[in-house]
């Protein structure tokens, strides 16, 4: 097999199926039955100059492949893998690798770059390969440009695959010496520059010590700067990269250099080719993001304790900012707003523009106002389109004391515009425009409304009317009336729209039937406008909303019946099926919210079921989502009378909470469970042992996604709850796994938001979890079951308590668990409260805070405080 190799994947690649499918079914045996003879053989593939360069690339892609995946708990089996793998072999393989570096074919070298930045990231943790680094730093010398070149791409490969952490100080240095060395204006190849630029990119994590240093951050910031004067478009392209790296990771270090940043980024904008103009303005986008984060977070209060102060970059770059930023706007693309994916010179400024808005607020508005009046009424298409997007572009941000007075004025002129403007360029950013208006300048809170009974009919007739339009304006419609409907949620039977319901709806409908729906997302947008306009129904409405139920259902059935399709009309009946249910979901929640509309909802609940079930046949994630998400709400509505649907649904519950792969569709089953007990209550208890028993299978599960786990330990707290003292038998299984993911989450490393914000959540599960699970026992005589697990619960409230900064939610949920203990176990309690809790730095007193706080924000809620009390007397 080894012999074979080279054959084997040159015919991996081939047009002929066959042979690519026999080649690729003889590597993967050749893996399977012996990966070192496998891997050597490719990382000897790769190193061979003999070889065709077809089959080293792909011996090389295969390589770095078999040593990483996306899933995680795939990544951990393939790490051990190689850690487990003969010392001879591995060193064989690498030693292969670093001679590929070397190699006169560029694909190779680059292969073997990613391939020798996987296998560091791998060793690098676990103290294994420490000569690498040395080994790479001595090839930079190299008089070859492209060994040099190489070795510093494979750096910067290395820096995006190990953590800071893993590299001492010292290391750190001597990598950066030699990348920013690579920069320098004197280096003669621009494929070394260029290599070194994009390795600064990835090493800048790496530099947090050296820009505290004012000679290393100076050097480092002008050898980057000089990087954007280069000859080279790609090389001052990844330089500007670095630039808006920096940006975001040294932010409090720019001060010093912002001038001269300013000037590089608007010539850049104003002269350079578009891929550089685009970073360039990203830098500014960058700037924005930094800003407005500090701003919220301490609403410009700053004190010594704030880890980063504003220093206002934007505001004081206004008066230069926003024209250059506005010069962007008249180079717009031909075809621009019929490509999704387009992004363009006019695209990112109008972008950075309403960032800027957002940082700056008010202060904007005089700056751009000029333009957009220049430009409005201007004959050629680009300056109205222009000077319309630089209005949409401000709207968020400044405050409506400012905008009203512009809007009232400027409503008009659009709404004329969007009917009459011979461009389509043009129509379509002032639907947009409409759109923000509404979105930010519309709503019950508004003192002045921009939106009258006087105006209203008009908006509407316009809206309607552009919704036959062509599909990328009627798009853009469609999102301008769903900002005007989502603004008149909380009006109650005062909206001005409630006489045009039947209309609004019946135009909608017919925007989904265009055939020219499937462009520019049309019938995606129209769907989302129903289901925002059914939300702002109300009873007076709700004979109109349930006429749609079945010409929902309807639709939905023409779909289920469709047969023979193509793969490509397959796509689009998914998408079509995962709309229906979405909409006949909201119209489900909506008419089931009062008593009259859900008694004449009724009679459809058997068909609509029956089509529910029918669509998960379908194939589809997205398709088993929305359904999921429409039976949660039906059974909602339906209460103890959704049983008699149980037998011939809970083969797909089961499906979806067994669907590891998509587990966006096996989080919403674990949702729609806890639906399901809310619902049912204790009928829900004959399905209870198969329910348990997935839900602890996937929480044994390494494939399964993270994420999917704390709401399977809140589904816990909704099962008790649901079956009371019946959840026996399962306590035994259930809280073991709470205890261990208790302790888990006691000692996980929150060095990041992301695991912070996870941690946070996994706690909130577990704490929802003894909740539910102990105020199910309430009452019961076999509380004392729950005695052995009571010092278990303690002694997490204690691991809480002395949390430095403890999240708001997961404190609440801590205060009602500790309220439920002593609720639930009485006098048992109290002894063990006091041991593990009140005696340990007082925790009832932060307790008693919080509980204070919680009261009086359930009495400006308006919600019972029953439990509350109970809090009080067991902790104080």
Request: hydrophobic share 40%; proline share 4%.
């Amino acid at each position: 097999m080894a012999m074979e190799v080279t054959q084997f994947l040159l015919n991996a690649q081939s047009v002929d199926g066959t042979v690519r499918k026999h080649a690729e079914e003889c590597l993967k045996q050749f893996q399977e039955q012996s990966f070192p003879s496998f891997i050597l053989s490719l990382s000897s593939e790769l190193a061979n100059n003999e070889k065709p360069v077809d089959s080293r690339k792909l011996a090389g892609l295969v390589l770095k492949n078999a040593l990483d995946a996306k899933e995680q708990h795939r990544k951990d089996e393939l790490v051990q893998r190689w850690l487990s793998l003969d010392v001879t072999v591995k060193a064989q393989v690498k030693a292969s690798l670093l001679e590929t570096l070397s190699s006169p074919v560029p694909d190779a070298r680059s292969t073997a770059s990613q391939a020798i930045a996987k296998i560091a990231g791998i060793e690098l943790p676990q103290k294994q390969w420490p000569e690498l680094i040395g080994s790479l730093l001595s090839s930079i010398h190299q008089i070859q440009p492209h060994v040099k070149q190489a070795t510093l791409e494979t750096l910067g490969y290395l820096c995006e695959e190990v953590s800071p952490q893993v590299l001492d100080q010292d290391q750190v240095n001597k990598i950066l010496t030699s990348v920013v060395q690579g920069m320098n204006a004197s280096e003669a190849s621009t494929d070394v520059r260029l290599a070194a630029t994009r390795a600064l990119y990835n090493a800048l994590g790496f530099a947090e010590a050296n820009f505290t240093n004012d000679m290393e951050r100076d050097y480092i910031m002008r050898v980057v700067c000089e990087a954007t004067l280069s000859s080279e478009m790609k090389i001052r392209q990844a330089a500007f990269e670095c630039l808006v790296a920096i940006s975001s990771a040294y932010y409090e270090k720019l001060e010093t250099y912002m001038q001269d940043i300013f000037n590089i980024t608007a010539k850049a904008v104003r002269e350079d080719q578009e891929p550089v103009a685009l970073q360039a303005i990203e830098f500014w986008s960058s700037i924005c993001d930094e800003e407005i984060d500090i701003l919220d977070e301490y609403g410009g209060d700053f004190t010594a304790d704030s880890d980063i102060p504003c220093f206002y970059f934007i505001r004081k770059a206004l008066p230069a900012l926003v024209p250059m930023l506005l010069e962007t706007l008249l180079k717009q693309e031909e075809d621009q707003d019929q490509d999704e994916g387009a992004w363009n010179l006019s695209m990112a400024g109008g972008t950075c523009l309403g960032l800027v808005a957002r940082t700056v607020g008010d202060d904007i508005v005089p700056l751009v106002m000029p333009f957009i009046e220049e430009n409005i009424t201007k004959p050629n298409w680009r300056q109205r389109e222009a000077a319309t997007y630089a209005f949409g572009s401000v709207l968020e941000g400044p405050s409506p004391d400012k905008l009203t007075r512009i809007v009232n004025v400027a409503l008009n002129f659009m709404l004329t515009a969007l009917t009459t403007d011979p461009n389509n360029h043009v129509k379509d950013t002032t639907a947009w425009t409409l759109g923000r208006i509404f979105e930010f300048l519309h709503g019950s809170t508004m003192v002045a409304p921009i939106i009258t009974p006087a105006n209203c009919q008009q908006i509407l007739t316009v809206l309607l009317h552009s919704m036959k339009d062509v599909p990328n304006v009627a798009e853009k419609a469609c999102g301008a009336l769903y900002f005007l409907a989502q603004g008149y949620e909380d009006v109650g039977s005062a909206s001005p729209l409630f006489p045009f319901f039947q209309d609004i709806i019946q135009a909608l409908l017919t925007v989904t039937h265009r055939e020219d729906a499937g462009e520019s997302r049309l019938r995606t947008a129209a769907y989302e406008t129903l289901n925002e306009v059914v939300r702002c129904s109300n009873d007076e409405t709700a004979p109109i909303i349930l006429q749609l139920v079945p010409v929902i259902m309807l639709e939905l059935h023409q779909t289920l019946e469709a047969q023979k399709l193509s793969s490509d009309e397959r796509e689009k009946q998914n998408e079509l099926q995962g709309l229906l249910c979405g909409c006949l979901q909201v119209v489900i929640q909506k008419l089931g919210a009062s008593e009259t509309s859900k008694y004449a909802f009724m009679p459809f609940a058997d068909q609509i079921m029956d089509l529910f079930l029918r669509v998960f046949a379908c194939r589809n994630a997205t398709v088993h989502e929305e359904a999921m998400l429409a039976i949660g709400a039906l059974a909602y509505v339906l209460g103890p009378n959704f049983v008699k649907y149980m037998p011939g649904f809970y083969q797909y519950l089961e499906m979806g909470l067994q669907n590891f792969e998509e587990y966006q569709v096996c989080a919403v089953t674990v949702g729609v469970v806890g639906d399901l007990c809310r619902a049912l209550e204790d009928k829900i208890l004959p399905f209870c042992d198969g329910i348990m028993t997935q839900l602890l299978k996937d929480l044994s599960s390494n494939q399964l996604h993270r994420s999917v786990k704390p709401p399977i330990f809140s589904c816990f707290g909704d099962i008790a709850l649901a079956i009371g003292d019946n959840f026996e038998k399962y306590l035994i299984y259930a809280m073991p796994m709470l205890q261990s993911a208790a302790e888990l989450s006691a000692h996980a490393a929150t060095a990041d938001d992301e695991m912070l914000d996870y941690t946070n959540q996994l706690r909130n599960g577990i704490l929802e979890a003894y909740s539910g699970i102990l105020q199910g026992f309430k009452s019961s005589p076999k509380t004392q079951l729950l005695m052995p697990y009571a010092p278990h619960i303690l002694q997490f409230l204690d691991t809480l308590y002395h949390e430095k900064d403890m999240d708001d939610a997961v404190m609440k949920t801590a205060v009602g668990v500790l309220g439920d203990l002593a609720d639930t176990l009485g006098g048992h309690a109290g002894p063990l409260i006091n041991q593990s809790v009140s005696g340990r730095m007082s925790l009832s007193f932060q307790l008693y805070g919080s509980v204070c706080n919680l009261t009086h924000q359930m009495r400006m809620e308006n919600t019972s405080c029953g439990i509350i009390s109970v809090q009080v007397r067991a902790t104080v």
